[in-house]
């Protein structure tokens, strides 16, 4: 990518609100196991950074998709992964398809506060019986007056607890291919019949994560995303940002980690020579730091691509695919050399193992990455295309 002095400006922006305003606190609200994400989201509004890439009718800077991806890397600066997580969802989850395909009314009602960071945003796709396949989700909206009707649950729902409005994949139809009977409905958090619980995982702690349950909400049909039949789709052009968002974040937390590890195990001693002095330390080490490279390459390459109006499917998939399988072994490499201090609670890379096992996950598995490969690649069986 072609960094401009206004790219270096943001990464310095960015990076300096991540050590002044988060990383402070960071194990204060992974022992609460939250954060709180509307006095975040409101300062990096006030700093003009949740609508970069928006367009400035609506409170954005107007900027390409780089500047998001150069927010997204600063943000791994963080010391968790929970927040910058949380950040991301709103910025760059449940918001671009508001913003290219909503109508001016509901833009205005909508993505204006949220990039002026009055209003925090989550993203209903996955179920209790689907995540990673997005046409077998079960939630419905049927029309009924003038409003959709809404029944379902919706889970592993980040900032869903804190929420004030989210983007909600469903089906609006009965009839016809699960790809056409979806649409995308902004539904208000504090609409009656929403429930909400709150769920605990392994790592991520900072960032709450709820199972949300719908149970006849009513929102005008107004809310709809575009035209009806097309959330299927529109969820997937999400995806793309999301998956290139998950790649670019890790980035700066996977070499934070190799520093990390490269310092203690230069101190470290054992069998009269410190941990780093092995060649079986050293060389892992700057093989990871390759992969790392590597892995930045890649996103680097997917990101002026998209920028360019090119489709980045391929890329994308990749790059996520990458991230996920790179940051597990980044972590449990680190882990392995840093001994019983590296099995502490709260190390930095322990954290980091928990953390980022969920890139393998969310955003679409590693699995459903590779079948997105495998079709593009025409090697998938027959019976599978």
Not at 153 to 180: F, R, V, Y
Not at 302 to 318: H, I, N, P, Q
């Amino acid at each position: 990518m072609n960094f401009t002095d206004e790219h270096r400006q943001l990464d310095a922006t960015v990076t300096r609100f991540v050590e002044q305003e988060i990383n402070p606190h960071v194990d204060a609200w992974e022992a609460a196991e939250t954060y709180p994400a509307h006095e975040v989201i409101g300062k990096l509004g006030k700093l003009g950074l949740l609508g970069l890439k928006y367009p400035e009718e609506y409170g954005g800077a107007g900027l390409d998709f780089s500047y998001s991806m150069v927010m997204a890397e600063a943000l791994g600066a963080a010391h968790c992964g929970g927040v910058p997580m949380s950040i991301g969802v709103h910025t760059d989850m449940c918001t671009p398809a508001l913003a290219r395909f909503g109508s001016d009314d509901l833009r205005k009602e909508f993505l204006t506060p949220s990039i002026a960071g009055e209003r925090l945003g989550c993203l209903g796709v996955s179920e209790p019986g689907g995540g990673s396949d997005v046409a077998a989700v079960k939630t419905t909206a049927r029309k009924t007056g003038g409003d959709y009707a809404i029944n379902g649950t919706k889970m592993w729902i980040t900032n869903g607890l804190q929420a004030d409005w989210c983007c909600l994949l469903a089906n609006t139809s009965e009839e016809g291919s699960p790809h056409k009977n979806k649409s995308l409905i902004i539904v208000p958090m504090d609409a009656p019949g929403i429930s909400k619980q709150k769920i605990t995982k392994i790592g991520m702690h900072s960032s709450d994560t709820a199972q949300l349950f719908f149970d006849d909400v009513r929102v005008p049909q107004r809310h709809l995303i575009g035209q009806e039949g097309m959330g299927f789709t529109f969820q997937m052009l999400q995806f793309q940002e999301e998956r290139l968002w998950g790649a670019a974040s890790s980035l700066r937390g996977l070499d934070r980690l190799i520093d990390l590890t490269i310092d203690y195990t230069r101190q470290r001693q054992a069998f009269g020579k410190s941990i780093l002095d092995n060649q079986v330390v050293h060389f892992r080490l700057a093989e990871l730091r390759t992969e790392v490279e590597a892995l930045r390459a890649l996103t680097y390459r997917a990101v002026e691509m998209y920028v360019a109006g090119k489709d980045v499917t391929r890329l994308a998939s990749m790059a996520k695919l990458k991230c996920g399988r790179l940051s597990r072994e980044v972590t449990d490499s680190c882990l392995q050399y840093w001994g019983g201090m590296g099995y502490t609670l709260e190390n930095p890379v322990s954290r980091a193992y928990r953390d980022s096992r969920l890139v393998s996950i969310g955003g679409g598995a590693d699995e459903v990455m590779l079948g997105i490969l495998c079709k593009l690649e025409g090697t998938l069986p027959r019976a599978a295309r």
